[in-house]
């Protein structure tokens, strides 16, 4: 099975900063990978696929990148209503695998 | 506008049994693949499995912690999908979730849009 690591597993930090946290996949994975935010009590939400692509509706603050076996998320300019946990996922090949999350909150 | 409702979660004891349905609308249903995901209290997010669409005869692929206890199941008439739960653990409770899947352009599959999700709790 593939396995998804994420780090850092949370970080703090302050509105208008750039933030990035990173998945890497225990073997290569193209760029099947998707990434996902869940705000507190709230459902998960599909932010990008492909690795890059912004999923409909998703702000342009939010970036992807990567491909292979490491992978990046970018918030540009983070926003209180950006505080969740974010966790990535590959579609490669079955399992299906999920990272364990990061979670990101302000300072 | 797409939409996914779970239902049919509760409270079960262990080895028992429990079904949990999905209901689709706003979007063609067989067109696509289907998961659950689940996540119990206070942790990530977890696949369960997934069903292919009628032209890949409706096969399915699961995770090895619920392999042959777990049967997902579909409706196309009724753009419903199935979770069918057997041999329930403690281990099994957390909220379920039905999710869409959607194509790339290199045929692979990708989550999209997901349901309000369903808790099962397995207690005695």
């Known amino acids: 099975d593939i396995q998804m690591t994420q780090s850092p597993s949370s970080l703090s930090a302050s509105v208008g900063d750039r933030v990035t946290f990173t998945c890497r996949a225990s073997q290569g994975i193209s760029s099947f990978l998707a990434w996902f935010q869940q705000k507190p009590g709230k459902v998960p939400k599909s932010l990008i696929y492909d690795a890059s692509t912004l999923q409909s509706g998703v702000p342009s603050r939010f970036s992807g990148s990567g491909s292979g076996t490491d992978f990046t998320l970018t918030i540009s300019s983070l926003q209180p209503e950006d505080i969740a946990t974010y966790y990535c996922q590959h579609y490669h090949s079955y399992p299906l695998t999920i990272g364990g999350g990061t979670k990101v909150e302000i300072k | 506008e797409v939409q996914l409702v779970d239902s049919g979660g509760g409270l079960v004891q262990p080895g028992g049994s429990l079904r949990l349905s999905c209901a689709a609308s706003g979007f063609s249903f067989s067109d696509h693949y289907m998961d659950w995901v689940r996540q119990a209290p206070g942790k990530g997010l977890e696949w369960v499995g997934r069903?292919?669409?009628?032209?890949?005869?409706?096969?399915?692929e699961y995770a090895a912690s619920v392999k042959g206890r777990f049967t997902i199941s579909r409706d196309d008439s009724k753009s419903s999908l199935y979770l069918q739960m057997e041999s329930l653990k403690t281990e099994d409770t957390a909220v379920y979730y039905c999710?869409?899947?959607?194509?790339?352009?290199?045929?692979?599959?990708?989550?999209?849009?997901w349901g309000r999700g369903t808790l099962v709790t397995v207690s005695s």
């Open positions: 999710t869409r899947a959607s194509p790339n352009s290199r045929g692979h599959w990708y989550f999209d849009y």
């Open positions: 069903i292919r669409k009628k032209a890949n005869s409706y096969t399915t």
